[in-house]
């Protein structure tokens, strides 16, 4: 079992920076098969959307097309990951989530059902 959580988020103007973290606890992660962990964000009346992504065998990095430029997921430790959020825009205000999983395929990576593991979410407000 995988518990994850969030920390970070808040409020800022647009064009602002904020910084997320998320930590995974409860095995050795590193023996995990194509272990990823990345976040997805879900505002007010709409579906959960990809954010990025990294897998944890070759730190490879996904990002959605609106985010890319703006947004930087790293890997900070063995456990821990960082989404950096530069240049906000209202349209980044959202709940956002860290999920982490197994076993993913490049296909699957921008997909919320193929992550097992999801933190409770943290707020990001963009406004003027």
């Known amino acids: 079992q995988v518990q994850v959580v969030e920390s970070g988020g808040g409020s800022v103007q647009p064009g602002g920076s904020l910084r997320l973290s998320c930590s995974a606890s409860?095995?050795?992660?590193?023996?995990?098969?194509?272990?990823?962990m990345g976040w997805f964000r879900q505002a007010p009346g709409k579906e959960r959307e990809f954010v990025a992504t990294?897998?944890?065998?070759?730190?490879?990095l996904y990002y959605a097309d609106s985010v890319k430029g703006r947004f930087t997921i790293s890997k900070e430790n063995s456990n821990t990951v960082a989404l950096q959020m530069n240049n906000l825009k209202p349209e980044d205000t959202a709940v956002y989530y860290c999920?982490?999983?197994?076993?993913?395929?490049?296909?699957?990576?921008?997909?919320?059902?193929?992550?097992?593991?999801w933190g409770q979410g943290t707020h990001v407000t963009v406004s003027s």
């Open positions: 999920a982490a999983g197994m076993g993913l395929i490049t296909s699957s990576l921008r997909t919320d059902t193929a992550y097992s593991y």
């Open positions: 990294i897998k944890w065998s070759g730190n490879r």
């Open positions: 409860g095995r050795t992660l590193n023996t995990f098969n194509a272990f990823a």
